[in-house]
């Protein structure tokens, strides 16, 4: 179903080759341009009326941000994500809230966590979830929460740390030499 | 309407040109009405910025933040493994379901098969997390309503339920017991016999509960007609679980995806029509006899013996190729969902967690507060049944 599906959108719309993930999970990357019309095709005339989530992914070596929609057809039992790859220098997506109100929310949180505008989405510009942030957002891949927390907060004395990958490997695998642990 | 008083409605706000109410909070004729982030009304650790005219609400805003951790930040930092302990912290009533979802997510991207009492094991676990989670929301909306001996009831049996955790897992309320793989290990002797126990209390408590809150008029006055959402905003707001069931929409994943062993379970999607808050309770209510069913049918019915665990890499040098996946499952508020992104690193690159109360708590909430009276929000939150952490992960 999900194959005739892409070959039907695949008439009007440039999609790449879809990942088909499981029979009821499909992934596919469309153009930027044609989300807003493919949405609604999807919506309206597929019966895909449910708006699963939108998040984001920091592909930070490729320069992109990964936007993903992610849709479900609760009748046909079956999820399409939509990928859209966008810059992250002029990282600017296109508002969906009025296709679905929900999207408000998402789109708030992408513009605080990853610095992603989406113009006109009704208070996208309002803290969400942090207060009085000034620094990069901090949801991408280069802001350093390690750093960040080493430089605002004081260290407490006497507490004892331990690098968390070698304790795990002296508690796991006491036996094995760190060589031979592979 | 019980009181269809009519009011002078010249004093409310009237609409602007772009149909929203125009409120000036210099005429003094609103205020602003702080409702959380510490007050018995409210669910968790968040708030809600009330405009009120009279004793009418005419503008909500949620917000978040209370509790904000940069889970999904912190999960990148970590290996597969490493994630696992922190999962189960971004839902305290019900932290099973993350444990699960994210679990099936690093299985279905490594290529794992779990064995099939494992499996069983962990749909007995996730029913299990339903109804504690659910009596929290029995308490919580009776303590809403000021009914606090339903709350003190249900939290005696849920923490016999919690013994049962613990017996079963070694913990009370984070349990970490599902990992990539399988399950940490088996059921104890006569753990059925323990769970029909726990299982008989919690029937003679719910019994109560019904006479004392079903049977109340003053509940169901404050509860028939009231936060009612209509059915066509449950798509364009994401509604889904009990909220919508309540509607007469039979969403429910365990029968429209079914996942784990729900398609080889006995069980009924339970639905109401009217919508409203009481309508709501009452879908969880036969929810939780539902799970109580369902915990019995699954004692019942699985394995008596077998493998719990399935073979994993050496969790120190463990890689997963670059993917993605969805995985869901019905939490007891709705559809509740990991989106798992790896890069071929030994670190998962993107971890998304969709929980139900991102949409509930947020812009459904903002929708159903104007127009209600300041001592209905609480209820009708509460209805809601929302969780603040899946907000801010």
């Given at each position: 179903?999900?194959?005739?599906?892409?070959?039907?959108?695949?008439?009007?719309?440039?999609?790449?080759?879809?990942?088909?993930?499981?029979?009821?999970?499909?992934?596919?990357?469309?153009?930027?341009?044609?989300?807003?019309?493919?949405?609604?095709?999807?919506?309206?005339?597929?019966?895909?009326?449910?708006?699963?989530?939108?998040?984001?992914?920091?592909?930070?070596?490729?320069?992109?941000?990964?936007?993903?929609?992610?849709?479900?057809?609760?009748?046909?039992?079956?999820?399409?994500?939509?990928?859209?790859?966008?810059?992250?220098?002029?990282?600017?997506?296109?508002?969906?809230?009025?296709?679905?109100?929900?999207?408000?929310?998402?789109?708030?949180?992408?513009?605080?966590?990853?610095?992603?505008?989406?113009?006109?989405?009704?208070?996208?510009?309002?803290?969400?979830?942090?207060?009085?942030?000034?620094?990069?957002?901090?949801?991408?891949?280069?802001?350093?929460?390690?750093?960040?927390?080493?430089?605002?907060?004081?260290?407490?004395?006497?507490?004892?740390?331990?690098?968390?990958?070698?304790?795990?490997?002296?508690?796991?695998?006491?036996?094995?030499?760190?060589?031979?642990?592979? | 309407?019980?009181?269809?008083?009519?009011?002078?409605?010249?004093?409310?706000?009237?609409?602007?040109?772009?149909?929203?109410?125009?409120?000036?909070?210099?005429?003094?004729?609103?205020?602003?009405?702080?409702?959380?982030?510490?007050?018995?009304?409210?669910?968790?650790?968040?708030?809600?910025?009330?405009?009120?005219?009279?004793?009418?609400?005419?503008?909500?805003?949620?917000?978040?933040?209370?509790?904000?951790?940069?889970?999904?930040?912190?999960?990148?930092?970590?290996?597969?493994?490493?994630?696992?302990?922190?999962?189960?912290?971004?839902?305290?009533?019900?932290?099973?379901?993350?444990?699960?979802?994210?679990?099936?997510?690093?299985?279905?991207?490594?290529?794992?098969?779990?064995?099939?009492?494992?499996?069983?094991?962990?749909?007995?676990?996730?029913?299990?997390?339903?109804?504690?989670?659910y009596m929290m929301f029995l308490g919580g909306i009776s303590g809403a309503?000021?009914l606090g001996?339903v709350g003190q009831w249900m939290t005696?049996v849920r923490?016999?339920?919690?013994?049962?955790?613990?017996?079963?897992?070694?913990?009370?309320?984070?349990?970490?017991?599902?990992?990539?793989?399988?399950?940490?290990?088996?059921?104890?002797?006569?753990?059925?016999?323990?769970?029909?126990?726990?299982?008989?209390?919690?029937?003679?408590?719910?019994?109560?509960?019904?006479?004392?809150?079903?049977?109340?008029?003053?509940?169901?006055?404050?509860?028939?007609?009231?936060?009612?959402?209509?059915?066509?905003?449950?798509?364009?707001?994401?509604?889904?679980?009990?909220?919508?069931?309540?509607?007469?929409?039979?969403?429910?994943?365990?029968?429209?995806?079914?996942?784990?062993?729900?398609?080889?379970?006995?069980?009924?999607?339970?639905?109401?029509?009217?919508?409203?808050?009481?309508?709501?309770?009452?879908?969880?209510?036969?929810?939780?006899?539902?799970?109580?069913?369902?915990?019995?049918?699954?004692?019942?019915?699985?394995?008596?013996?077998?493998?719990?665990?399935?073979?994993?890499?050496?969790?120190?040098?463990?890689?997963?190729?670059?993917?993605?996946?969805?995985?869901?499952?019905?939490?007891?508020?709705?559809?509740?969902?990991?989106?798992?992104?790896?890069?071929?690193?030994?670190?998962?690159?993107?971890?998304?967690?969709?929980?139900?109360?991102?949409?509930?708590?947020?812009?459904?909430?903002?929708?159903?507060?104007?127009?209600?009276?300041?001592?209905?929000?609480?209820?009708?939150?509460v209805?809601?049944?929302?969780?603040?952490?899946?907000?801010?992960?």
């Amino acid at each position: 179903m999900m194959k005739d599906l892409i070959a039907k959108l695949k008439k009007h719309y440039k999609l790449t080759e879809p990942d088909y993930r499981r029979a009821d999970l499909t992934f596919v990357t469309a153009q930027k341009d044609e989300l807003r019309s493919l949405l609604i095709a999807l919506r309206d005339i597929e019966g895909f009326t449910h708006l699963v989530l939108l998040t984001a992914v920091d592909w930070l070596e490729e320069g992109l941000f990964q936007l993903t929609y992610m849709l479900n057809n609760r009748a046909a039992n079956r999820t399409l994500a939509l990928r859209v790859m966008i810059p992250r220098a002029n990282a600017v997506g296109d508002t969906i809230h009025d296709l679905w109100p929900t999207a408000e929310t998402y789109q708030r949180e992408l513009r605080e966590m990853f610095g992603i505008d989406f113009p006109g989405s009704p208070r996208v510009n309002d803290e969400f979830i942090l207060e009085g942030w000034t620094d990069m957002p901090p949801y991408r891949r280069d802001f350093d929460s390690l750093a960040y927390s080493l430089q605002t907060y004081r260290e407490r004395p006497g507490r004892v740390t331990h690098d968390p990958r070698e304790h795990m490997k002296k508690a796991l695998y006491p036996d094995q030499k760190p060589e031979a642990a592979k | 309407m019980m009181f269809n008083l009519k009011t002078d409605r010249s004093q409310y706000p009237q609409p602007g040109p772009d149909g929203k109410l125009e409120i000036d909070l210099e005429t003094g004729k609103y205020l602003k009405l702080w409702q959380g982030p510490n007050h018995p009304g409210i669910t968790g650790n968040m708030s809600v910025e009330l405009t009120v005219c009279g004793d009418e609400v005419v503008a909500g805003k949620t917000h978040v933040g209370y509790l904000h951790r940069g889970f999904e930040k912190l999960m990148e930092r970590r290996s597969f493994i490493q994630v696992f302990p922190i999962v189960c912290r971004v839902c305290v009533p019900e932290p099973d379901f993350n444990e699960y979802c994210y679990a099936a997510a690093v299985e279905e991207l490594a290529g794992i098969k779990v064995p099939e009492l494992a499996n069983w094991m962990r749909t007995l676990i996730l029913e299990m997390g339903r109804f504690n989670s659910y009596m929290m929301f029995l308490g919580g909306i009776s303590g809403a309503l000021g009914l606090g001996v339903v709350g003190q009831w249900m939290t005696y049996v849920r923490d016999l339920m919690l013994d049962r955790f613990e017996e079963l897992t070694g913990a009370r309320i984070y349990h970490m017991f599902i990992l990539p793989g399988g399950v940490r290990g088996h059921l104890p002797d006569g753990f059925a016999g323990r769970m029909e126990e726990v299982l008989r209390t919690a029937e003679k408590y719910l019994a109560d509960v019904e006479k004392v809150m079903f049977r109340n008029a003053v509940y169901k006055r404050r509860t028939k007609g009231i936060g009612v959402i209509d059915p066509k905003l449950f798509e364009p707001y994401g509604v889904t679980g009990p909220n919508a069931r309540a509607g007469g929409v039979a969403k429910d994943l365990r029968k429209d995806a079914p996942y784990l062993v729900y398609n080889e379970l006995d069980f009924e999607v339970q639905t109401g029509k009217d919508s409203d808050i009481h309508t709501r309770v009452d879908v969880r209510y036969r929810d939780i006899h539902q799970s109580i069913a369902l915990i019995r049918q699954i004692l019942q019915k699985m394995p008596k013996d077998g493998p719990v665990m399935a073979k994993i890499p050496n969790v120190l040098h463990w890689q997963i190729p670059r993917g993605e996946t969805y995985i869901k499952g019905e939490s007891s508020r709705g559809e509740y969902g990991y989106y798992l992104v790896t890069d071929g690193s030994g670190y998962p690159r993107r971890i998304n967690v969709r929980g139900p109360s991102y949409t509930h708590a947020m812009a459904l909430l903002e929708h159903l507060i104007p127009g209600t009276n300041i001592s209905d929000v609480a209820q009708l939150m509460v209805s809601l049944h929302t969780y603040p952490p899946e907000i801010e992960r």
